[in-house]
Protein backbone atom coordinates (compact mmCIF):
# COMPACT_ATOMS: atom_id res chain seq x y z
CA UNK A 1 0.00 0.00 0.00
CA UNK A 2 0.99 3.51 -0.82
CA UNK A 3 0.03 7.07 0.14
CA UNK A 4 0.18 9.65 -2.28
CA UNK A 5 -0.51 13.40 -2.99
CA UNK A 6 0.55 16.64 -3.75
CA UNK A 7 2.28 17.14 0.19
CA UNK A 8 4.43 13.82 -0.72
CA UNK A 9 5.51 15.06 -3.93
CA UNK A 10 6.25 18.46 -3.34
CA UNK A 11 9.56 19.12 -4.41
CA UNK A 12 10.30 20.88 -0.69
CA UNK A 13 9.79 17.79 0.75
CA UNK A 14 11.51 15.64 -1.15
CA UNK A 15 14.87 17.36 -1.01
CA UNK A 16 14.62 17.16 3.12
CA UNK A 17 14.55 13.43 2.42
CA UNK A 18 17.16 13.56 -0.37
CA UNK A 19 19.66 14.93 1.96
CA UNK A 20 18.90 12.34 4.87
CA UNK A 21 19.13 9.03 2.37
CA UNK A 22 21.90 10.43 0.11
CA UNK A 23 23.70 10.74 3.51
CA UNK A 24 22.97 6.89 4.25
CA UNK A 25 20.25 7.50 6.99
CA UNK A 26 16.75 6.30 6.59
CA UNK A 27 13.89 8.92 6.50
CA UNK A 28 10.10 7.53 7.01
CA UNK A 29 7.41 9.92 6.70
CA UNK A 30 4.92 9.34 9.79
CA UNK A 31 2.32 9.99 12.49
CA UNK A 32 -0.49 12.62 10.95
CA UNK A 33 0.37 12.92 7.61
CA UNK A 34 0.54 9.52 7.08
CA UNK A 35 -2.91 8.63 8.75
CA UNK A 36 -4.52 11.37 6.71
CA UNK A 37 -3.13 10.57 3.50
CA UNK A 38 -4.51 7.13 4.28
CA UNK A 39 -8.14 8.06 5.13
CA UNK A 40 -8.28 10.87 2.19
CA UNK A 41 -8.12 13.53 4.55
CA UNK A 42 -6.16 16.71 4.37
CA UNK A 43 -2.71 16.35 5.71
CA UNK A 44 -1.37 19.69 7.49
CA UNK A 45 2.36 18.86 9.37
CA UNK A 46 4.92 16.80 8.05
CA UNK A 47 6.66 14.55 10.76
CA UNK A 48 9.77 12.46 9.62
CA UNK A 49 11.12 10.11 11.45
CA UNK A 50 14.96 9.43 10.91
CA UNK A 51 18.11 7.27 12.42
CA UNK A 52 20.19 10.37 12.18
CA UNK A 53 20.96 12.20 15.29
CA UNK A 54 20.22 15.93 15.45
CA UNK A 55 23.27 17.24 15.75
CA UNK A 56 23.95 15.17 12.22
CA UNK A 57 20.69 16.69 10.74
CA UNK A 58 21.62 19.92 11.23
CA UNK A 59 25.02 19.55 9.22
CA UNK A 60 23.17 17.70 6.70
CA UNK A 61 20.19 20.76 6.22
CA UNK A 62 23.35 23.01 6.12
CA UNK A 63 25.05 21.15 3.92
CA UNK A 64 22.24 20.85 1.29
CA UNK A 65 21.43 24.72 1.55
CA UNK A 66 17.94 24.34 3.75
CA UNK A 67 17.43 25.88 7.31
CA UNK A 68 17.47 23.99 9.92
CA UNK A 69 15.80 25.27 13.51
CA UNK A 70 16.35 23.21 16.68
CA UNK A 71 13.18 23.27 17.90
CA UNK A 72 13.32 20.47 20.14
CA UNK A 73 16.90 19.54 20.51
CA UNK A 74 16.56 17.51 23.57
CA UNK A 75 13.96 15.45 22.20
CA UNK A 76 15.68 15.01 18.96
CA UNK A 77 13.63 17.22 16.91
CA UNK A 78 14.83 19.96 14.35
CA UNK A 79 12.68 21.61 12.03
CA UNK A 80 14.42 21.69 8.62
CA UNK A 81 12.73 24.72 6.40
CA UNK A 82 12.48 24.03 2.56
CA UNK A 83 10.69 25.86 0.18
CA UNK A 84 8.99 28.05 2.98
CA UNK A 85 7.72 24.51 4.49
CA UNK A 86 8.58 23.12 8.27
CA UNK A 87 9.00 19.74 8.07
CA UNK A 88 9.42 18.46 12.17
CA UNK A 89 12.52 15.73 11.22
CA UNK A 90 13.09 13.59 14.61
CA UNK A 91 15.68 10.68 15.59
CA UNK A 92 14.04 7.26 16.50
CA UNK A 93 13.82 7.59 19.94
CA UNK A 94 12.42 5.79 23.25
CA UNK A 95 11.21 6.92 26.91
CA UNK A 96 13.63 5.96 29.19
CA UNK A 97 11.60 8.09 32.02
CA UNK A 98 8.04 9.60 32.08
CA UNK A 99 6.58 11.69 34.69
CA UNK A 100 2.83 11.68 33.09
CA UNK A 101 3.88 14.87 31.11
CA UNK A 102 7.19 14.97 29.66
CA UNK A 103 9.90 12.46 29.33
CA UNK A 104 13.43 11.74 29.30
CA UNK A 105 14.33 10.14 25.63
CA UNK A 106 16.84 8.58 24.84
CA UNK A 107 17.53 8.01 20.73
CA UNK A 108 17.19 4.75 19.24
CA UNK A 109 18.59 2.87 15.75
CA UNK A 110 15.13 1.13 15.01
CA UNK A 111 11.51 1.96 13.68
CA UNK A 112 9.78 -0.45 15.73
CA UNK A 113 11.58 1.12 19.55
CA UNK A 114 10.35 4.66 17.55
CA UNK A 115 6.68 3.67 16.90
CA UNK A 116 6.61 1.86 19.89
CA UNK A 117 6.79 4.80 22.12
CA UNK A 118 3.51 6.61 20.53
CA UNK A 119 0.27 6.70 21.30
CA UNK A 120 -1.89 5.21 19.18
CA UNK A 121 -1.70 2.41 16.69
CA UNK A 122 -3.08 4.84 14.10
CA UNK A 123 -0.17 7.20 14.85
CA UNK A 124 2.73 4.57 14.36
CA UNK A 125 2.28 4.25 10.53
CA UNK A 126 5.23 4.93 8.95
CA UNK A 127 5.66 5.82 4.75
CA UNK A 128 8.91 5.83 2.90
CA UNK A 129 10.02 8.46 0.43
CA UNK A 130 7.75 6.67 -2.17
CA UNK A 131 5.20 6.13 -0.06
CA UNK A 132 5.59 3.08 0.38
CA UNK A 133 3.40 2.26 3.85
CA UNK A 134 5.63 0.76 6.82
CA UNK A 135 3.37 -1.01 9.93
CA UNK A 136 5.87 -2.23 12.58
CA UNK A 137 2.86 -2.84 15.50
CA UNK A 138 -0.45 -3.61 13.04
CA UNK A 139 -1.89 0.18 12.93
CA UNK A 140 -3.06 0.12 9.35
CA UNK A 141 -5.99 -2.69 10.51
CA UNK A 142 -7.20 -0.46 13.43
CA UNK A 143 -6.94 2.99 10.63
CA UNK A 144 -8.87 0.61 8.57
CA UNK A 145 -11.38 -0.15 11.18
CA UNK A 146 -11.77 3.51 12.53
CA UNK A 147 -10.52 2.03 15.77
CA UNK A 148 -8.37 4.77 18.34
CA UNK A 149 -6.31 2.00 19.94
CA UNK A 150 -3.96 2.85 22.85
CA UNK A 151 -0.49 0.81 21.29
CA UNK A 152 0.04 -2.24 23.84
CA UNK A 153 -0.85 -1.40 27.62
CA UNK A 154 -3.56 1.21 27.53
CA UNK A 155 -2.85 2.03 31.22
CA UNK A 156 1.24 2.86 31.27
CA UNK A 157 0.97 4.28 27.53
CA UNK A 158 -1.52 7.12 29.38
CA UNK A 159 0.76 7.11 32.74
CA UNK A 160 3.40 8.58 30.47
CA UNK A 161 1.56 11.58 29.42
CA UNK A 162 -1.94 12.06 31.25
CA UNK A 163 -2.80 14.17 27.98
CA UNK A 164 -3.72 10.60 25.82
CA UNK A 165 -6.71 10.70 27.86
CA UNK A 166 -8.14 13.90 26.18
CA UNK A 167 -6.39 13.05 22.82
CA UNK A 168 -8.20 9.42 22.79
CA UNK A 169 -11.73 11.46 23.40
CA UNK A 170 -10.07 13.64 20.33
CA UNK A 171 -9.13 11.29 18.10
CA UNK A 172 -12.12 8.75 18.34
CA UNK A 173 -13.97 12.33 17.50
CA UNK A 174 -12.52 13.08 14.27
CA UNK A 175 -11.15 9.47 13.05
CA UNK A 176 -12.79 6.61 14.78
CA UNK A 177 -16.10 4.67 13.73
CA UNK A 178 -19.02 6.63 15.31
CA UNK A 179 -20.71 3.54 14.66
CA UNK A 180 -18.54 1.39 16.34
CA UNK A 181 -17.89 2.88 19.78
CA UNK A 182 -15.09 3.43 21.68
CA UNK A 183 -11.81 0.53 22.53
CA UNK A 184 -12.78 -0.77 25.89
CA UNK A 185 -9.34 -1.40 27.00
CA UNK A 186 -8.97 2.74 26.06
CA UNK A 187 -11.71 3.58 28.09
CA UNK A 188 -11.14 1.74 30.94
CA UNK A 189 -7.51 3.08 31.36
CA UNK A 190 -8.79 6.63 31.06
CA UNK A 191 -11.55 6.29 33.68
CA UNK A 192 -8.55 4.23 35.82
CA UNK A 193 -6.18 7.39 35.13
CA UNK A 194 -8.59 10.35 35.50
CA UNK A 195 -6.73 11.98 38.54
CA UNK A 196 -3.91 12.64 36.23
CA UNK A 197 -5.40 15.22 34.32
CA UNK A 198 -5.44 17.43 37.12
CA UNK A 199 -1.89 18.11 36.61
CA UNK A 200 -1.78 18.88 32.99
CA UNK A 201 -1.22 22.65 32.14
CA UNK A 202 -4.17 24.12 31.32
CA UNK A 203 -2.70 25.30 28.12
CA UNK A 204 -2.71 21.75 26.99
CA UNK A 205 -6.24 20.79 28.34
CA UNK A 206 -7.78 23.69 26.57
CA UNK A 207 -6.04 23.14 23.45
CA UNK A 208 -7.09 19.70 23.07
CA UNK A 209 -10.78 20.66 23.94
CA UNK A 210 -10.95 22.82 21.00
CA UNK A 211 -9.65 20.27 18.82
CA UNK A 212 -12.27 17.67 20.18
CA UNK A 213 -15.15 20.22 20.17
CA UNK A 214 -14.61 21.18 16.38
CA UNK A 215 -14.90 17.91 15.38
CA UNK A 216 -17.86 17.18 12.87
CA UNK A 217 -20.04 15.18 15.29
CA UNK A 218 -18.05 15.34 19.02
CA UNK A 219 -21.21 14.40 20.76
CA UNK A 220 -20.52 10.82 20.97
CA UNK A 221 -17.09 11.24 22.18
CA UNK A 222 -18.07 13.86 24.68
CA UNK A 223 -20.98 11.52 25.87
CA UNK A 224 -17.94 8.87 26.56
CA UNK A 225 -16.14 11.67 28.74
CA UNK A 226 -18.74 12.12 30.67
CA UNK A 227 -19.38 8.12 31.36
CA UNK A 228 -15.35 7.92 32.68
CA UNK A 229 -15.81 11.05 34.63
CA UNK A 230 -13.10 12.58 32.28
CA UNK A 231 -15.56 15.60 31.32
CA UNK A 232 -16.55 16.48 35.25
CA UNK A 233 -12.71 16.51 35.51
CA UNK A 234 -11.86 18.94 32.81
CA UNK A 235 -15.30 21.13 33.06
CA UNK A 236 -16.65 20.56 36.32
CA UNK A 237 -20.45 21.56 36.26
CA UNK A 238 -20.89 20.64 32.84
CA UNK A 239 -23.85 18.94 31.21
CA UNK A 240 -23.39 17.40 27.73
CA UNK A 241 -26.94 16.83 27.02
CA UNK A 242 -27.27 19.37 24.64
CA UNK A 243 -24.72 18.69 22.70
CA UNK A 244 -26.40 16.06 20.06
CA UNK A 245 -29.03 18.44 19.80
CA UNK A 246 -26.89 21.41 18.81
CA UNK A 247 -24.50 19.00 16.42
CA UNK A 248 -27.85 18.17 14.63
CA UNK A 249 -29.27 22.04 14.19
CA UNK A 250 -25.95 22.65 12.99
CA UNK A 251 -26.32 20.26 10.53
CA UNK A 252 -29.78 21.46 9.66
CA UNK A 253 -28.72 24.86 8.60
CA UNK A 254 -25.34 24.41 7.04
CA UNK A 255 -23.33 25.89 10.26
CA UNK A 256 -19.84 25.03 10.27
CA UNK A 257 -18.19 23.57 13.83
CA UNK A 258 -17.98 25.85 15.86
CA UNK A 259 -15.87 24.58 19.11
CA UNK A 260 -16.80 27.94 21.26
CA UNK A 261 -20.63 27.27 20.63
CA UNK A 262 -20.24 23.90 21.50
CA UNK A 263 -18.00 24.27 24.66
CA UNK A 264 -21.54 27.13 25.54
CA UNK A 265 -23.63 24.38 25.23
CA UNK A 266 -21.17 22.20 27.69
CA UNK A 267 -21.50 25.12 30.06
CA UNK A 268 -19.70 24.72 33.60
CA UNK A 269 -17.95 26.26 36.18
CA UNK A 270 -14.90 29.04 35.23
CA UNK A 271 -14.26 27.61 31.90
CA UNK A 272 -12.25 30.35 30.35
CA UNK A 273 -9.98 30.35 33.21
CA UNK A 274 -9.94 26.13 33.19
CA UNK A 275 -9.30 26.05 29.37
CA UNK A 276 -6.85 29.21 29.38
CA UNK A 277 -9.49 30.79 26.75
CA UNK A 278 -8.26 33.97 25.12
CA UNK A 279 -10.07 37.15 26.02
CA UNK A 280 -11.95 37.34 23.04
CA UNK A 281 -13.10 33.79 23.41
CA UNK A 282 -14.07 34.19 26.95
CA UNK A 283 -15.96 37.34 25.85
CA UNK A 284 -17.91 35.51 23.26
CA UNK A 285 -18.43 32.42 25.40
CA UNK A 286 -19.93 35.16 27.92
CA UNK A 287 -22.07 36.66 24.99
CA UNK A 288 -23.51 33.25 23.54
CA UNK A 289 -24.16 32.17 26.81
CA UNK A 290 -25.96 35.42 27.97
CA UNK A 291 -27.58 35.80 24.80
CA UNK A 292 -29.24 32.16 24.61
CA UNK A 293 -30.69 33.02 28.14
CA UNK A 294 -32.50 35.66 27.36
CA UNK A 295 -35.62 35.92 25.32
CA UNK A 296 -34.59 38.70 22.31
CA UNK A 297 -36.37 37.67 19.21
CA UNK A 298 -33.96 37.02 15.81
CA UNK A 299 -34.53 40.09 14.20
CA UNK A 300 -32.57 41.94 17.23
CA UNK A 301 -30.49 39.34 17.48
CA UNK A 302 -29.36 40.09 13.62
CA UNK A 303 -29.64 43.96 14.43
CA UNK A 304 -27.12 43.49 17.45
CA UNK A 305 -24.74 40.82 16.71
CA UNK A 306 -25.26 40.27 12.80
CA UNK A 307 -26.42 37.03 11.01
CA UNK A 308 -23.76 34.17 11.78
CA UNK A 309 -23.47 35.51 15.18
CA UNK A 310 -27.20 36.33 15.63
CA UNK A 311 -27.58 32.22 14.53
CA UNK A 312 -25.01 30.59 16.66
CA UNK A 313 -27.07 31.87 20.06
CA UNK A 314 -30.56 31.18 18.35
CA UNK A 315 -28.81 27.14 17.84
CA UNK A 316 -27.63 27.06 21.11
CA UNK A 317 -31.02 28.48 22.79
CA UNK A 318 -32.57 25.66 20.92
CA UNK A 319 -30.55 23.00 21.68
CA UNK A 320 -30.44 24.05 25.28
CA UNK A 321 -34.22 23.90 25.40
CA UNK A 322 -34.31 21.21 23.12
CA UNK A 323 -36.53 23.47 20.46
CA UNK A 324 -36.54 22.68 16.44
CA UNK A 325 -35.04 25.28 14.03
CA UNK A 326 -37.37 28.32 13.26
CA UNK A 327 -36.60 28.81 9.70
CA UNK A 328 -38.53 31.96 9.98
CA UNK A 329 -36.00 32.69 12.18
CA UNK A 330 -33.36 33.09 9.33
CA UNK A 331 -35.21 35.76 7.41
CA UNK A 332 -35.74 37.31 10.71
CA UNK A 333 -31.65 37.32 11.29
CA UNK A 334 -31.12 38.86 8.07
CA UNK A 335 -34.31 41.45 8.20
CA UNK A 336 -32.19 42.85 11.46
CA UNK A 337 -28.49 42.87 10.38
CA UNK A 338 -29.80 45.06 7.68
CA UNK A 339 -31.95 47.52 10.13
CA UNK A 340 -29.85 50.85 10.53
CA UNK A 341 -31.06 52.49 13.27
CA UNK A 342 -32.08 56.12 11.69
CA UNK A 343 -31.50 58.71 14.80
CA UNK A 344 -28.63 59.93 16.15
CA UNK A 345 -27.49 61.76 18.75
CA UNK A 346 -27.25 64.84 17.01
CA UNK A 347 -30.73 64.81 16.08
CA UNK A 348 -31.21 65.01 20.11
CA UNK A 349 -29.12 67.80 20.80
CA UNK A 350 -29.36 70.48 22.94
CA UNK A 351 -32.55 69.32 23.81
CA UNK A 352 -30.81 66.56 25.17
CA UNK A 353 -27.75 66.11 26.69
CA UNK A 354 -25.62 63.42 28.91
CA UNK A 355 -27.28 60.68 30.23
CA UNK A 356 -30.51 62.26 29.17
CA UNK A 357 -29.90 61.53 25.82
CA UNK A 358 -28.52 58.12 26.08
CA UNK A 359 -31.83 57.15 27.44
CA UNK A 360 -34.00 58.71 24.88
CA UNK A 361 -31.85 57.42 22.14
CA UNK A 362 -32.24 53.63 23.82
CA UNK A 363 -36.20 54.70 24.41
CA UNK A 364 -36.39 55.31 20.62
CA UNK A 365 -34.15 52.35 19.93
CA UNK A 366 -36.89 50.32 21.47
CA UNK A 367 -39.55 51.99 19.96
CA UNK A 368 -37.95 51.34 16.38
CA UNK A 369 -37.06 47.95 17.16
CA UNK A 370 -40.80 47.00 18.31
CA UNK A 371 -41.90 48.26 15.02
CA UNK A 372 -40.18 45.55 13.19
CA UNK A 373 -37.48 48.54 12.25
CA UNK A 374 -40.17 50.00 9.94
CA UNK A 375 -40.53 53.63 11.70
CA UNK A 376 -38.64 56.39 10.20
CA UNK A 377 -36.61 59.13 11.40
CA UNK A 378 -39.53 61.32 11.43
CA UNK A 379 -41.65 58.93 13.03
CA UNK A 380 -39.43 58.60 16.14
CA UNK A 381 -39.13 62.57 16.32
Given at each position: M??S ?20 Y ?5 G?C ?5 L ?7 D???D ?14 LK???T ?29 RH????F ?5 TDA????F??N?L ?11 L ?6 R ?5 F ?43 V ?12 A ?12 P ?17 S ?7 L ?22 E ?7 L ?10 L ?14 Y ?7 R ?11 N ?5 DA ?23 G ?27
Amino acid sequence: MKVSGAWIEDKATQAVCAMLTEAGYQALFVGGCVRNALLEMPVGDIDIATDARPEVVMELAHAAGLKPVPTGLEHGTITVVSGHIGHEVTTFREDVQTFGRHAVVAFASDLRTDARRRDFTMNALYAQTDGAVVDPLGGLEDLRARRVRFIEDADQRIREDYLRILRFFRFHAWYGDPEGGLDAEGLAACAGNVEGIVGLSRERVGAEMRKLLAAPDPAPSVAAMRATGVLVAVLPGSDARALPLLVHLESETNTAPDAILRLAALGGEAVAERLRLSRAEARRLDTLRGAAAETMRAAELGYRHGIAEGRAILLLRAALLENPWQVRDAEDLAKGAKAGFPVTAADLMPQYTGPALGERLHALERRWIESGFTLTRDDLL
